[in-house]
């Protein structure tokens, strides 16, 4: 973490969409290269501290993706139905890890569903669950924003805090 921060006090850059804080539940997955393990305790340690390290440098980590990103193809348009239980013991808790240890301070949401909405939309994950339970103090930001799914309204009063990409000229009040 602190290299990479080094590498972002080097090049100018002061955000990092990353460390990828999904798992590797499937060998075909298109980010499987981006993620560090399949399992959630080990997942959320290397991105504790990865992300801890580069903070310490002044470098914006924005782990990602806030949850549930198991697929590549059309990962804007799939829906995910799982317990409650499963969520939190899996899919949550790499995040939950990364914010107790390395303080991290932001997340990227992920494109898909959880039930039958967007995860962006989805108060009790974005607000009762990252924010309160969680204490993450900083920003919530969209994947590759996108019309479709994507609410930005509902984003905004759920926890979503920024759209991010080109279609953002598109949502009402910005661009």
Request: hydrophobic share 30%; aromatic share 14%.
């Amino acid at each position: 973490g602190q290299a990479i921060g080094e590498d972002g006090l080097w090049s100018g850059a002061s955000g990092l969409y990353g460390f990828g804080l999904g798992l590797h539940r499937n060998p075909y997955h298109g980010r499987a290269g981006e993620y560090y393990s399949e399992d959630p305790y080990l997942t959320g340690v290397i991105g504790g501290y990865s992300s801890k390290g580069a903070q310490s440098k002044g470098l914006y980590v924005y782990n990602k993706h806030f949850v549930l990103n198991d697929q590549e193809t059309s990962r804007t348009s799939y829906n995910t139905w799982l317990t409650e239980q499963t969520m939190r013991e899996t899919y949550l808790r790499p995040f939950e890890i990364a914010i107790e240890i390395g303080d991290a301070m932001n997340v990227m949401n992920s494109f898909n569903n959880i039930g039958s909405g967007w995860s962006g939309n989805d108060y009790n994950l974005m607000t009762k669950c990252l924010r309160e339970e969680f204490d993450m103090r900083g920003f919530a930001i969209t994947d590759y924003y996108q019309s479709g799914g994507m609410n930005m309204t509902y984003g905004a009063l759920a926890g979503t805090d920024l759209p991010d990409g080109s279609a953002i000229g598109q949502i009402k009040g910005f661009g």
